[in-house]
């Protein structure tokens, strides 16, 4: 019984968890379409013209997002960098 205990290792708890998924863009879009509705005498339109807006103003925000940013200062600092090595490597190397 002492021995049986011994060897066993301890198991995870497990929970019943569920989780939510919650799109603060999808919502927004949502109550978008819901008001161009009640504005406009055919809904199909109104739909239409808000999801075109809609994609037109995310396409801006992600094509000027700072995440882009930082990856094109990142990239640049890279070259920099492999040309400060490459004039370094080029100087030692005709020293001799």
């Not at 863009?25 to 978008?32: A, F, G, N, S, V």
């Not at 940013?69 to 005709?94: Q, W």
């Given at each position: 019984?002492?021995?049986?205990?011994?060897?066993?290792?301890?198991?995870?708890?497990?929970?019943?968890?569920?989780?939510?998924?919650?799109?603060?863009?999808?919502?927004?879009?949502?109550?978008?379409v819901?008001a161009?509705?009640?504005?406009?005498?055919?809904?199909?339109?109104?739909?239409?013209q808000?999801?075109?807006?809609?994609?037109?103003?995310?396409m801006?925000?992600?094509?000027?997002?700072?995440?882009?940013?930082?990856?094109s200062?990142?990239?640049?600092?890279?070259?920099?960098?492999?040309l400060?090595?490459?004039?370094?490597?080029?100087?030692?190397?005709?020293?001799?």
């Amino acid at each position: 019984m002492i021995f049986s205990r011994f060897f066993k290792t301890a198991r995870p708890r497990q929970f019943n968890y569920q989780t939510r998924y919650y799109d603060a863009e999808r919502e927004d879009l949502e109550i978008r379409v819901k008001a161009a509705r009640q504005a406009s005498n055919n809904p199909e339109v109104a739909e239409r013209q808000v999801r075109l807006s809609y994609e037109f103003t995310s396409m801006r925000s992600r094509m000027h997002s700072p995440r882009k940013r930082e990856i094109s200062r990142s990239r640049l600092r890279f070259i920099l960098i492999l040309l400060v090595i490459a004039y370094f490597c080029y100087r030692v190397l005709m020293k001799w």
